[in-house]
């Protein structure tokens, strides 16, 4: 059973940094057809979950626009972890960030295709 377990949430100021990590067990369950996908969202309080960042087993890895520059998403084969440096965080970072696996997919940031998801951490920046 794949399962997804993130740590490295918590509470900074304005323009400080967080990293979030991402662990993976049975990550070899996710490889179909040569492929696996892992993301991170968020949600903010009121609002609609989004996609911030993904990355797949090829290295292939993109971020949305309003992240652009100050986040970025890595991963180690080595210990099956993905990881989210969150650098120059903003009050418009504050939600809880959630870990996310698709099956035998290319790099995407469409939520649909994500099977499996962590418990969320949360992010909180404030001024």
């Known amino acids: 059973q794949v399962q997804l377990v993130e740590s490295g949430g918590g509470s900074v100021q304005t323009g400080g940094s967080l990293r979030l990590s991402c662990e993976v067990s049975?990550?070899?369950?996710?490889?179909?057809?040569?492929?696996?996908?892992m993301a991170w969202f968020r949600q903010a309080p009121g609002k609609e979950r989004e996609a911030v960042a993904a990355?797949?087993?090829?290295?292939?890895?993109i971020v949305i626009r309003a992240v652009d520059g100050r986040f970025r998403i890595s991963q180690d084969s080595g210990t099956n972890t993905v990881y989210l440096q969150m650098d120059s965080l903003t009050s418009e970072d504050t939600a809880i960030y959630y870990c996310?696996?698709?099956?035998?997919?290319?790099?995407?940031?469409?939520?649909?295709?994500?099977?499996?998801w962590g418990q969320g951490t949360q992010v909180t920046v404030s001024s």
């Open positions: 990355i797949d087993n090829a290295g292939r890895n």
């Open positions: 049975e990550y070899s369950k996710l490889i179909k057809d040569g492929m696996a996908c």
């Open positions: 996310a696996a698709a099956q035998g997919m290319r790099v995407t940031l469409v939520a649909s295709f994500y099977k499996y």
